[in-house]
């Protein structure tokens, strides 16, 4: 099992910037692909970032520019700088781990952060 638990959300006007961080327990957390993802109310979650266990990333492209997305094996904690806010990117952040397994997909979800974006 891997617990997940975020922090960092919160009101922020746009142009703003906010931090979020999660930090991992449980299991090995350099074997996990980290990835950051989102869901505004009536909307369908959807990936906002994603580095791998090298440190490869990958960006939502309307986030890209703005959003960086790192890794601290060393904390087991993925971070997401999200700069330049827009009021777009309010929605309840969920920090994700993933790794495929011999019996398949494994993975776990955090509870998630509330990022609003609003004057």
């Known amino acids: 099992q891997v617990q997940l638990v975020e922090s960092g959300g919160g009101l922020v006007q746009p142009g703003g910037s906010l931090r979020l961080s999660c930090t991992a327990s449980?299991?090995?957390?350099?074997?996990?692909?980290m990835e950051w993802y989102r869901q505004a109310p009536g909307k369908e979650r959807e990936l906002v970032a994603r580095?791998?266990?090298?440190?490869?990333?990958d960006y939502l492209e309307s986030v890209k520019g703005r959003f960086t997305i790192s890794r601290d094996n060393a904390k087991n904690t993925v971070y997401l700088q999200m700069n330049s806010l827009e009021p777009e990117d309010a929605a309840v952040y969920y920090c994700?781990?993933?790794?495929?397994?011999?019996?398949?997909?494994?993975?776990?979800w955090g509870q998630g952060t509330q990022v609003t974006v609003s004057s």
């Open positions: 449980g299991e090995i957390f350099i074997m996990y692909v």
């Open positions: 994700h781990a993933g790794r495929q397994t011999p019996g398949g997909l494994r993975e776990f």
């Open positions: 580095v791998t266990s090298s440190g490869n990333t």
